[in-house]
């Protein structure tokens, strides 16, 4: 069955530091990929997807691209913030009519001053 | 206004009770979805909804009824709460059953079973 690999958190980092959560899966075909944000109290926002090989997905500073050869999706943002202090989650949907999300463990990401 | 609600926030019962949660969403999308997050914050899908038919149905126990009255309501019933029922209950929504569409998330429903 289909499933997605994170790193395990937490991951601590200093305002401005490079970040990576990396990301792989198991799926047949050609599945969907995405990063969904939680932050504290709240439900799940997405912050980024692609939908084909090579495709890459970007927002607010992050990044992923889709790697069907090393089947992975890893989020990668160039210089975090406090403000990006979260539980990360990759995540991927199986083509098909009956589509479903199927989480990583999520990543806890510390951002401090 | 919020796209998809939730209620109640947080629901604190006893074993053996049953209990409702709703959810709405006003984004006319067609697909609704049930998922659980633990306290590991592992997320895993229950159950989905298009266009008020039964798309989804994972290994939960039969303890749990959904019930989509129209494509904007998808309600989760639970019979006879047991201690391992504890968890965040969250709604989505998607336009389509697709897996190339974004799923909307509600703010989650804190459930605690005593």
């Known amino acids: 069955g289909d499933s997605v690999t994170q790193m395990e958190g937490p991951v601590t980092l200093s305002e401005e530091a490079f970040l990576t959560i990396n990301c792989t899966y198991t799926a047949t075909g050609y599945p969907s990929l995405f990063w969904y944000v939680q932050y504290p109290g709240e439900g799940l926002q997405l912050l980024l997807k692609a939908t084909k090989a090579d495709d890459k997905g970007s927002n607010k500073g992050f990044e992923a691209t889709y790697r069907k050869e090393t089947t992975s999706f890893h989020l990668e943002k160039g210089s975090v913030q406090v403000s990006d202090s979260a539980v990360y989650f990759c995540a991927l949907a199986s083509t098909g009519t009956a589509s479903k999300l199927t989480f990583g463990t999520g990543t806890r990401l510390q951002v401090t001053l | 206004d919020t796209a998809v609600s939730q209620t109640p926030k947080y629901l604190v019962t006893q074993m053996g009770n049953d209990k409702s949660i709703k959810c709405e969403q006003n984004?006319?999308?067609?697909?609704m979805y049930w998922y659980k997050q633990d306290s590991k914050k592992f997320l895993k899908i229950m159950f989905s909804y298009n266009n008020k038919e039964l798309i989804i149905n994972e290994t939960v126990p039969n303890r749990f009824s959904p019930k989509s009255p129209d494509k904007a309501h998808l309600n989760l019933h639970i019979n006879s709460l047991e201690l391992g029922d504890s968890a965040v209950y969250f709604c989505?929504?998607?336009?389509?059953?697709?897996?190339?569409?974004?799923?909307?998330f509600g703010p989650g429903t804190r459930l605690t079973v005593l």
């Open positions: 984004l006319g999308h067609d697909t």
């Open positions: 989505a929504s998607s336009l389509l059953a697709s897996s190339y569409n974004e799923q909307f």
